[in-house]
C-alpha cells in the first residue's frame, strides 16, 4: 500500500460497504420503481456504489500482486 493511502481494512470494509449499498439499492430499485426521478436516484447511487466497490477491489487486488 502507499505510504499515505488507505490500508487494507479501510479497503476491505469499503468494499463491503459497497457491495452492501448496492445489494440494497437493488433491492429498493426492486420494491419501489417509481418514474423519472427514482431512475436519477438509482444510477447515481449505482454509479457511486459501483465506482467505490470496484476501486477498493482494484486496491486490494494490486496489494495482493506485490
Known sequence: ??????????????LVASLAGLALLGVAAVLRPAGPAWVEIVALGGAFFGGTAIWSARALLKERRR
Open 1 to 14: 500500500m502507499t505510504r499515505f493511502g488507505p490500508g487494507r481494512g479501510e479497503l476491505k470494509f469499503r
